[in-house]
């Protein structure tokens, strides 16, 4: 089976404080990844060297088999669009319908305006958020 995530001995230390020690975790393909935890344990840091805004100290990260070590600071933005997280506090557009928002974020990740129409109902289902457009 096919991996979509795979930290190998994971460890993110700022100085004194050891944010992330020593995790090692495998998502399939196919699989929803939910990260809780009290804060200050360490779920921000994980995220952010997932979406390779911080490095780890040691170990490897590999997503959809790519090693992110290995990513230039240039092929960083097409990697983070072609991943998507839904943050504690995701901002949605208060003046605009779900359908809008979604539309939205669509077309900042650069979706032809085309597609967007078909696509937003197919998001909607996916997030189990049909009939709240």
């Given at each position: ?44 840091t ?15 990260i ?51 305006r085309?597609?967007i ?17």
């Amino acid at each position: 089976m096919d991996m979509l995530l795979e930290l190998d001995h994971i460890s993110k230390i700022y100085g004194d404080l050891h944010a992330v020690d020593d995790l090692s975790l495998t998502v399939p393909q196919g699989e929803w990844l939910a990260i809780v935890g009290s804060s200050g344990s360490g779920k921000t840091t994980l995220l952010s060297l997932l979406l390779r805004e911080e490095e780890a100290t040691d170990g490897e990260i590999r997503v959809a088999g790519n090693d992110l070590r290995r990513l230039t600071n240039r092929q960083v933005p097409q990697y983070r669009r072609s991943i998507g997280f839904v943050f504690q506090d995701y901002k949605l557009l208060a003046n605009k319908t779900v359908w809008q928002n979604v539309a939205f974020a669509l077309e900042v990740i650069g979706t032809r305006r085309s597609a967007i129409k078909s696509l937003v109902p197919q998001v909607l289902q996916t997030v189990g958020l049909t009939g709240k457009e």
